[in-house]
């Protein structure tokens, strides 16, 4: 009996190890981020034709940029472990804590990677090596480089970020567009005020780091008042899509709702902060971001069937 039992609770703490290293190699990969650039390739394959995208671009198209984009991730997991193991934020990560070895995780993003570029190659070599490129931009470039050197590093290094709607365009056209450079642009113009805020929330985090961030680096006030220009900034650059005739009244009344709300929230971040502010705005500008392109796919569909 008390061997019975003996094996029992073995197996249960084997079965428990193996749900956390499932877990731990799923976290690497960023998924909710993930989920959120899928969402925009979606949007950018939708928007690049006037029906439905063929099916084959559709999924190779989005599991490859997924795959590339958790590859990303995972390689950034790698390259700031030791940054993440001096901040609160992320210093519970698989690598920073060392529950994952540095060869297996590399090993994991490498497969991922390869996978995604050779799902991606099938399509058309313009999508698998601009992708290719925007991994290196955000895992390499940014990681390594920017991060560590200029208060921009956010800036420029968001490119990588904003590229999946231009890269889920040319999934299914083969071609680049201007209008697909647009929305490039909506998602660039809207990465500095979702990661300033929250920098501004965890500013000590990323003092105690080293890494120099702008809050670091220009002070709370001048990051608040970044964060209110890019919102404005944000809100000119979503009425491209309807000026240029991409875009009909239903996006211009949702995009114009959805920017005016972000640009209220860091209008309130910069005059009339309270406590958790910074956080909320953090918070708002992903739903923001999701609405947005959910907006976008809704009026580019309209349009279509009306
Ligand atoms: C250089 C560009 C970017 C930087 C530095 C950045 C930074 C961050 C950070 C530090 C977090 C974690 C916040 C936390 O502790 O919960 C976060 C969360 C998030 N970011 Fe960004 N971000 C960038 C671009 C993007 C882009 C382009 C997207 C999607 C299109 C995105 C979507 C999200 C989402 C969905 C979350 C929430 C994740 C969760 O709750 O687990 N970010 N971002
Ligand atoms: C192929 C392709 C489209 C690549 C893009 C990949 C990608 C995951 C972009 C999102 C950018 C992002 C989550 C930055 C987080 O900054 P951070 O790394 O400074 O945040 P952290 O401190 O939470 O790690």
């Known amino acids: 009996m008390a061997k019975i039992q003996l094996a029992g609770s073995a197996s249960l ?11 731990d190699y799923l976290t ?9 650039l899928l969402l925009t390739a ?28 958790a590859a990303a991730a995972a390689f950034n997991h790698v390259l700031d472990r030791r940054f993440d193991a001096q ?18 995780a590399v090993a994991f993003a490498s497969v991922l990677m390869v996978a995604g570029f050779a799902l991606l190659w099938q399509l058309n070599a313009l999508t698998a090596w601009l992708t290719f490129a925007s991994l290196i931009g955000y895992a390499v470039i940014y990681t390594v480089w920017l ?14 970020g904003a590229a999946p709607p231009l890269l889920g365009w040319t999934a299914v056209t083969g071609q680049l567009d201007p209008h697909a450079l647009l929305l490039v642009m909506l998602v660039f113009t809207w990465t500095p005020p979702h990661f300033w805020a929250l920098a501004i929330h ?17 002070g709370i006030a001048f990051t608040k008042t970044m964060v209110l ?39 309130k971040l910069k005059f009339a902060d309270s406590p958790g502010h910074a ?24 349009q279509a069937w009306w």
């Open 279 to 302: 956080w909320a705005t953090f918070k708002y500008s992903i739903w923001h971001l999701l609405a947005l392109f959910v907006v976008l796919l809704a009026d580019h569909w309209l």
């Open 229 to 267: 220009l890019y919102t404005v900034l944000l809100a000119l650059v979503g009425l491209l899509p309807w000026l240029t005739g991409m875009s009909g009244a239903l996006y211009l009344i949702g995009s114009t709702v959805l920017n005016l709300g972000f640009v209220a929230y860091a209008a």
């Open 147 to 160: 991060k560590h050197a200029t208060p921009q590093n956010i800036v420029i290094g968001g490119l990588a």
């Open 87 to 104: 901040m609160a934020r992320t210093h519970h990560r698989p690598l920073a804590k060392g529950r994952i070895e540095t060869p297996k």
């Open 42 to 69: 979606l949007v950018g394959m939708c928007l690049a034709v006037s029906g439905i995208p063929p099916l084959k671009a559709v999924v190779f198209g989005l599991v490859g940029i997924g795959l590339q984009s």
């Open 28 to 36: 690497m990969t960023k998924p909710k981020v993930v989920a959120m």
């Open 13 to 23: 703490k084997i079965a428990r190890h193996r749900q956390r290293v499932w877990q």
């Open 202 to 218: 965890r500013r000590d985090d990323y003092a105690k780091a080293g890494i120099p961030m702008l809050p670091v680096t220009h």
